[in-house]
């Protein structure tokens, strides 16, 4: 957001642990200085820190807490009348996701601006893979195939002085209530690609998961591995993987089987089958940081 363009500052900022918020700080300063001027006065500390962050003299909020709690962000900045770049996902469970939309309907009746962090749709290669396959070039999207398969993310040790409510905070990733488990924090880019390929949402699912790696209490009660197939209305699937586990392959990743021939969505490439008369594709434009483009687009529909 600070290296968009014009003259954005970061003037308050909130969050629910004070060493973590002076982390934070301290390395958002180092990386734009001149840009941050955040007085002890304007850093809050607490849970209701978010509503005196977003209580302050401010044009746009920047939503990055855990999930669990972005509905009732997201909620509070629109009634205050403030734009809105919040992180995916929007929420870990129904109400919440209900709780989203009511306020992205009276932010779009109030002519407030909302981003969410879904960075593939502001990437080049994407954009045009998806526009070329929905022009017909590739042919029919019949089946997608992702994947967010890698070694796992970080764990926080609890402390002994730590409450219980302090340690799940703090170990957000692996409480259902904080993060929504592996799908819904990580896997959502893909499976949203996958949507964006088949231009539609799924009607049902099957599928399984569970715990074969991280078995320990100190990994909360989420899954480490999941297989699902998705099935859209139409009857065409949407096969999907996710997992954590060491050292075996990582790939994350989308891609599309088509009447025509195989497309490598994430890597912007199509080819064809031996008897198809489509031509073999593969994006080799600039794909300017995705990360940075999502925060242009933000100020530029702002201003």
């Known amino acids: 957001a600070l290296t968009a363009a014009g003259n954005a500052r970061l003037v308050a900022m909130a969050d629910a642990f004070g060493d973590r918020l002076a982390g934070s700080l301290d390395h958002i300063s180092k990386q734009h200085e001149g840009k941050v001027d955040v007085p002890k006065?304007?850093?809050f500390v607490g849970f209701d820190a978010f509503q005196r962050a977003i209580d302050s003299d401010v044009d746009v909020v920047i939503l990055a807490p855990p999930p669990g709690f972005r509905p009732a962000h997201f909620d509070y900045a629109v009634s205050k009348g403030r734009h809105v770049f919040m992180e995916k996902p929007v929420a870990v469970d129904g109400p919440g996701v209900r709780m989203v939309f009511a306020a992205a309907a009276r932010a779009k009746e109030a002519g407030l601006k909302v981003g969410v962090g879904l960075q593939r749709h502001h990437s080049a290669k994407y954009t045009e893979t998806i526009e070329?396959?929905?022009?017909?070039?590739?042919g029919q999207a019949l089946?997608?195939?992702?994947y967010w398969n890698s070694a796992g993310v970080w764990v926080v040790d609890r402390?002994?002085?730590w409450s219980e409510m302090t340690y799940q905070m703090r170990n957000w990733y692996y409480f259902n209530w904080l993060c929504g488990d592996?799908?819904?924090e990580q896997h959502i880019h893909n499976l949203d690609v996958g949507n964006w390929i088949m231009d539609d949402h799924p009607v049902s699912?099957?599928?399984m998961g569970g715990r074969e790696v991280r078995t320990g209490d100190r990994y909360g009660e989420i899954y480490d591995h999941f297989a699902i197939e998705y099935v859209y209305g139409d009857g065409r699937r949407m096969q999907s993987q996710c997992r954590h586990h060491p050292q075996t392959r990582q790939q994350v990743d989308e891609f599309a089987h088509t009447s025509e021939?195989?497309?490598?969505v994430g890597g912007g490439r199509f080819t064809p089958h031996?008897?198809?008369?489509a031509e073999a594709w593969r994006f080799r434009d600039e794909d300017p940081n995705h990360f940075q483009v999502e925060h242009d687009a933000l100020f530029a529909a702002i201003r």
Do not use: T
Not at 132 to 138: I, M, P
């Open 274 to 277: 031996a008897s198809s008369k």
């Open 261 to 264: 021939g195989i497309l490598h």
């Open 159 to 161: 402390k002994p002085e």
């Open 205 to 207: 699912c099957h599928g």
């Open 182 to 184: 592996q799908i819904v």
């Open 41 to 43: 006065e304007r850093q």
């Open 132 to 138: 070329r396959l929905r022009a017909g070039e590739f």
């Open 143 to 146: 089946v997608s195939r992702v």
